[in-house]
């Protein structure tokens, strides 16, 4: 999971030499000069980005190295005062360090207003899509991983690429970039018109991209380079598609929930100009748990699981970061320890374990002095330290999210049922009157998502959970970070004198006795965090109550909802050959229906990467997520393991 960066010598303490692919980044005459000359004029982007009647732009690139053409494309886009979206896919096996960037980056001051952007957003050395908000209309997908593999789960749906960068080192030395899988999986997400270039000329790789389809030409290269490769996608000619159809499904959006999950889609939403109509069947002061903790879900093994809330994680803390820069949105980074054992009680598993699939940049193991002295409380053990965890005040962070006026705010307003028909969603209360009618629906609303016929099937598991404040003893110190043992212990925080909240309880009913009993486990867990377990005191300054709703695989339902009758149907060989291959067809969902729900006990950060991979997907752009993640998420899921198991 973790990459390593590249070793590294400079040339002229300017230009980055590989060492281990014994080649340079840049040349040595002029790089701008030939990034331009290379990348940017043979794709003709300035023009294109002008005359295309395109909502989007979509660059491609392979071997990012330290993101110059990247730089320089934004620099362009910025330049010719585009409003077009340009998103820009960079797959990149050996991301340099932040340092490394920065040596990089100080010999191009002119670079400056955009290279400082992408230094403060790049994302850490670990694999996977990672995305990068770089401006307005500026979205930096980058793919960490050999290309190989990351391109091969690379999830497009039915965008293509338009413009292609190939800029990784030469086929001599990494001759796996420029083979005919990767120049096969390149034409794959090329339409007629796609434009290609490379700095490299070698007969092989232009005989590739020939053989799948690309038109291709030599021309002069720079510098001391005399030939460079320029092609264009000649194959498969498909009439452009009808700008009003695309544009139609994000006409009009419901979010039906106004928890953490339907607050954070209607936000994503809203941020790409949409409109949305939020349904909440609460009054407006929603009751919700006060503080929420931002932690990953560890895992023992690397697996889809692992990668999916490990991104999760780190997608939803680059958020909170970006969006607190000019004001309060109630994040509080604060750094999380967790205590050995204290998340994971079923198995456990050893700091050692998690080292070995966990980069030290997610977490540092922590001894019993360690953990003492970074928090100055006498902790009764070693854990982990997440430097980028904290936690949020959730009511802050929604009106954050619901502060759009795109966003049209229905509170007390349960929508009871939703039908569709001739390409209109419509919205039914209790008294079958219609509340709203829309092209696109986001189901938000958590353990009650069985309420509708459309995601009945889906499996939940409801666990209720009460959380506690407690005032503290007068002589010990306070708490700096959020600390997991037990139970889970927060900072105090500006909510008048009720000190520090504890979470949290695990109950099937919520019932006066439960509710006296979990305040006797949160008082007793919490204080088992410390030597001298007197750290708060019995005095209860409040009690909040709240429900979780969790799936059978843990796993949140994010995505497209299918529709069971016809999936079950397209699928029905899977009952007889649960090996047999699938593929789950556009015709088998509901069209314009998406869920994001059962987020278990991680939905700040879960619900948040939901939000983003859902406005994607409704507003026609790449997903940030590969193949293998969504498939882990969708709904769809369940249908597939239910005809396996011949359950349904
Ligand atoms: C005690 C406790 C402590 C927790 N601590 C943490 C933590 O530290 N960190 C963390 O990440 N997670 C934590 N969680 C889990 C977290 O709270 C959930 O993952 C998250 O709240 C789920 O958000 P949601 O929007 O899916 O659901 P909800 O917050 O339940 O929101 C669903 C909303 O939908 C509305 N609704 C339902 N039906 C309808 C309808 N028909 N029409 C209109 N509206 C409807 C409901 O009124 C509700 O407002 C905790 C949970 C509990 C119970």
New binding site residues.
């Given amino acids: 999971m973790e990459l390593k960066p590249p070793e590294l010598e400079w040339l002229n303490s300017k230009i980055p030499f590989s060492k281990k692919y014994e080649d340079r980044y840049y040349s040595d005459e002029n790089p701008l000069e030939e990034c331009k000359h290379v990348y940017l004029n043979p794709n003709g982007l300035a023009n294109r980005w002008t005359t295309s009647t395109e909502k989007r732009f979509i660059v491609a690139e392979i071997g990012f190295g330290f993101g110059l053409n990247f730089i320089l494309t934004a620099a362009l886009h910025a330049e010719h005062g585009i409003d077009k979206q340009l998103h820009y896919i960079a797959f990149e096996k050996s991301p340099p360090t932040q340092k490394q960037a920065q040596q990089f980056f100080k010999n191009f001051p002119e670079l400056k207003t955009f290279s400082n952007v992408l230094l403060n957003k790049l994302p850490k050395l670990i694999s996977g899509c990672h995305r990068v908000k770089f401006s307005e209309n500026i979205t930096l997908d980058l793919h960490y991983g050999d290309v190989k593999d990351e391109i091969s789960d690379f999830d497009l749906r039915n965008l293509k690429i338009s413009a292609w960068f190939i800029d990784g080192f030469s086929p001599t030395t990494n001759p796996s970039i420029w083979t005919n899988f990767i120049c096969k999986k390149i034409s794959q997400f090329s339409r007629y018109g796609t434009t290609l270039s490379s700095y490299s000329a070698a007969g092989s790789f232009r005989r590739n991209l020939k053989t799948n389809g690309f038109e291709v030409k030599k021309s002069s290269g720079f510098g001391r380079k005399r030939h460079m490769t320029v092609a264009k996608f000649i194959a498969n000619y498909e009439a452009p598609r009808n700008k009003t159809e695309i544009e139609n499904t994000t006409d009009s959006v419901a979010v039906?929930?106004?928890?953490?999950?339907?607050?954070?889609a209607a936000f994503s939403l809203a941020k790409r100009n949409i409109s949305v109509q939020l349904?909440?069947?609460?009054e407006h002061d929603?009751t919700?748990?006060s503080?929420?903790?931002?932690?990953p879900r560890l895992f023992k093994d690397i697996s889809t699981e692992s990668e999916f809330f490990l991104h999760s994680y780190l997608y939803a803390g680059s958020q909170l970061d970006l969006h607190s820069i000019d004001r309060d949105i109630g994040w509080n980074k604060t750094g999380v320890i967790q205590l050995e054992r204290a998340l994971n009680k079923r198995t456990n598993i050893s700091q050692e374990n998690y080292r070995a699939i966990y980069p030290n940049s997610v977490f540092h193991t922590l001894t019993k002095k360690q953990a003492k002295d970074l928090s100055k409380l006498n902790l009764s053990r070693g854990g982990l330290y997440f430097p980028d965890g904290g936690?949020v005040k959730?009511g802050e962070l929604c009106s954050f999210y619901l502060d759009d006026n795109k966003i049209t705010k229905n509170y007390s307003?349960?929508?009871?049922s939703i039908e569709y028909s001739n390409g209109t969603w419509t919205l039914y209360s209790s008294s079958q009157n219609t509340i709203a009618q829309v092209k696109t629906v986001i189901i938000?609303?958590?353990?009650?998502l069985t309420?509708f016929n459309q995601t009945e099937f889906l499996p939940i598991s409801i666990?209720?959970?009460?959380?506690n404040w407690f005032q503290k003893d007068q002589k010990q110190d306070e708490p700096n970070q959020v600390i997991c043992g037990e139970k889970?212990i927060f900072p105090s925080t500006s909510f008048e004198g009720k000190g520090h909240l504890v979470?949290?309880?695990y109950e099937k009913f919520l019932s006066e006795s439960s509710k006296l009993k979990a305040v006797k486990e949160n008082l007793t867990g919490a204080n088992r965090i410390f030597t001298n377990q007197s750290f708060l005191l019995n005095r209860i300054k409040g009690s909040?109550?709240?429900?979780?709703?969790g799936t059978p695989d843990r796993v949140p339902y994010i995505g497209r909802v299918p529709n069971i009758a016809l999936a079950t149907k397209e699928l029905a060989h899977l009952r007889r050959n649960a090996k047999a291959k699938f593929n789950i067809t556009d015709q088998c969902f509901w069209p314009n229906l998406y869920i994001?729900?059962?987020?278990?006990?991680?939905?700040?950060?879960?619900?948040s990467f939901g939000a983003e991979i859902i406005a994607s997907i409704i507003n026609q752009e790449p997903s940030p997520v590969s193949k293998r993640h969504s498939n882990l998420i969708c709904p769809s899921r369940v249908i597939v393991k239910g005809l396996k198991k011949q359950r349904i």
Wanted: glycine share 14%.
């Fill in positions: 039906i929930g106004a928890g953490i999950a339907g607050c954070a349904f909440e069947s609460q929603l919700r748990i503080l929420l903790a931002l932690r936690f959730t307003s349960p929508v009871h938000a609303n958590s353990h009650s309420q666990t209720h959970g009460y959380s889970t979470a949290a309880t909040e109550a709240g429900t979780r709703c994001t729900a059962g987020h278990g006990s991680n939905g700040l950060s879960t619900s």
